[in-house]
């Protein structure tokens, strides 16, 4: 077993370069070393298990004495170095004082890679219970509606907590400067927002500041929160003069995408003036990964929940920022109505009751889950209009154009609707991109891969021929219907919106 290379897993795009972002270079001997001299009575560790997600490594320790220590490392991916293990440690701290959420106690942290081990670190008590995804199955109905009660309990004291920023949670002592620091009581303060979305730590997503600064926070109102999806957006466009690689049409100039984020910055700090809009942005505290995997329960007794865990990139946001987050537990699943495949009422069920607790538990995600979604859009698509390309954001922009009387807004849209003319241009540019993610939605369901490419390594070899099969088919069709049909896709348009590298 090798504990430094990510080994769960290939991808059918950046493969070297994602492998790469997960190779850690540390010290296994001193982790295994630190991990006895934290459980008390151990003497040798007996066995390990290796396990690893998108953004870190795991490492399951059975000690001799019968205790299991769990160390996780995160990998570059995960987030800005110290502050994103800073983060997760502070936010459990935090809750611990504050909250009886029951999250495994930590025994040793670093945020220093430079420490004896060699990279950051947490090292905690393994959860007690098992994951609820082991025992939803069996579940009775009612005792899966009892288990989403005591989850939404939980969330009840997360949310109920006040802040006096949005950003991220740190411990007061962390070494950036006092203007980057909103004090909190106990010792932490809200600092800069650690999510991969502020930082240059993605794979094939440089970030350039050449036209703004960075804008990570912590903002003290909304306005100043607002400002900083849209610096985000500005940080991922490269710079006019430097040469691009040839992209669908629909992906736009970096003059277009300059033009749009301008207009977004208009549209969002309007919106955010409406009080439907206020009234949802308190700052809330929330878990980023709220799903059956993280989650322990009783093994007794399901309806009981033992520990809630991996609380990384946990941050504090505007309230509606949750709205539309349906942990897994609670997600309708597509409505198939046949004799032979009827429809699942047991998961609408499962949803009808997360959206009742939230409404009588959860007032503050409660208001901005009964926010017309179309208010909320503009919000979470600004910031990565180059990741998605000119004509996904220019159509929120039309959207909200089109219905801001309708959706009771004041005064006319700071985006004004574009000419007959350049509707026409726009309409066929959002068409390939409606082209280009069904593309991605099909290989990613016929090829049962992650959205990102990934599959797992023992399926490598057969998915990456199946991935070729795939491409030369489209092509051979794509050809055949290009010699009856002049308007239809072309070759080339294909290869630049395929989403996975071509060999």
Known sequence: ???????????????????????????FDQLRKRVIELCHGAAAIASYEKAEGGFNRVFIFACNNGKRIVARLPFRVAGPSRFTTNSEVATIKYLQLNTTVPI????????????????????????????????????????????????????QQLTAINFPAYGSLYFADIPIGSASKVPVAQGFC?????????????????RYYNSVKPNRGPWSDLTAYCDGLIDTGFSRLPPVEKPLPENPHFQGSVATHIRLLK??????????????????????????????????????????????????????????????????????SPDISSEDQPADTGAELCRLAFDACMQGLVPKLAAGRALDENLLRPFRYCHRTWRDGAAAFRQELIEISSRW????????????????DELAVHRKEFQEFLTARKLKQRLVSLLDTASDGEVPAQ????????????????VRAVRDEKINDDQSLGEEELRKMWPFDIE
């Open 459 to 474: 399926r490598w070899e057969a998915t990456r021929s199946a991935h070729k099969e795939a491409f030369d088919e489209i």
């Open 1 to 27: 077993l090798d504990p430094h290379a990510y080994t769960s897993g290939r991808w059918l795009r950046r493969d070297e370069l994602e492998w790469d972002a997960r190779y850690i270079k540390f010290d």
């Open 263 to 332: 207009f977004g910055r208009d549209v969002i700090h309007k919106l955010s003036e409406d009080p439907r809009i206020r009234d949802a942005a308190a700052p809330t505290l929330y878990h980023a990964d709220l799903h059956k995997r993280n989650i322990f329960v009783s093994d007794d007794d399901p309806t009981i929940v033992t520990g809630l865990i991996d609380w990384q990139s946990s941050s504090i946001e505007p309230a509606f920022e949750y709205a539309g987050d349906t942990p897994d537990f609670a997600a309708s």
């Open 405 to 420: 009387t309708e959706l009771g807004l004041p005064n006319s849209c700071p985006y004004p609707l574009p000419s007959p």
């Open 104 to 155: 495994p106690m930590i025994l040793d942290w670093s945020d220093d890679p430079t420490n004896a081990i060699g990279s950051e670190y947490i090292i905690m008590e393994h959860a007690t219970g098992v994951q609820l995804h082991q025992k939803w199955p069996t579940m009775s109905a009612d005792q899966q509606f009892d288990c989403i009660r005591a989850i939404s309990t939980n969330i």
């Open 190 to 206: 809200v600092g800069p927002h650690c999510g991969t979305r502020y930082w240059d730590c993605s794979v094939g997503e440089a």
